[in-house]
């Protein structure tokens, strides 16, 4: 497969300019030129409304079906909280090896917590989640190195504790 760029769809309001903040480094681990467009969805199909949630699974696979290409990486970035049946929410999935993946945005500011807004943090989880997620499409799996992008977060804390950026394992393995 020859890749011609990565591409982030934005489905739903975001703050101007808030993914421009991210895609130098998108492009620095991947290196992949990066667009960025917006995207259309009705997410009223994906709601749960027993879990008042919406469903990652499908969404994803939605993604997959209408933006992806084998020439793109797609990865559909909205502000819903996500989640998937074995786990109260999600933060992203993505395909392993595959030509999509999924973040939202919901739960990664402060505010969410109830501690004070922090745009610098709150861009920096973005960035480290839109990697992560990316870095599934290109056939990485979670790594156990504390800093590494590529580890897995459970927890907002969690991604905090990592970098942006692959470990030197992880960069080994990229399948680019």
Do not use: W
Request: hydrophobic share 40%; glycine share 6%; net charge negative.
């Amino acid at each position: 497969m020859n890749l011609e760029n990565i591409t982030l769809i934005s489905f739903g309001y975001f703050e101007k300019g808030l993914l421009e903040m991210v895609v130098n480094d998108v492009e620095r681990e991947f290196s992949l030129p990066v667009k960025i467009q917006d995207g259309h969805l009705d997410l009223s199909e994906f709601y749960d409304s027993a879990r008042r949630q919406y469903d990652g699974n499908k969404l994803i696979k939605e993604i997959d079906f209408r933006f992806a290409s084998d020439t793109v990486k797609i990865l559909g970035i909205f502000n819903v909280d996500l989640f998937i049946p074995i786990l109260t929410y999600i933060f992203g999935q993505a395909f392993l090896n595959g030509r999509a993946g999924i973040a939202s945005i919901y739960r990664l500011n402060n505010e969410r917590y109830g501690i004070k807004a922090d745009k610098k943090i709150f861009v920096d989880r973005i960035r480290k989640e839109v990697i992560h997620e990316l870095g599934h499409t290109f056939g990485l799996i979670h790594c156990k190195n504390p800093d590494c992008v590529m580890r897995s977060s459970t927890y907002v804390e969690d991604i905090d504790q990592k970098s942006h950026h692959l470990c030197n394992h992880c960069r080994l393995n990229l399948m680019i």
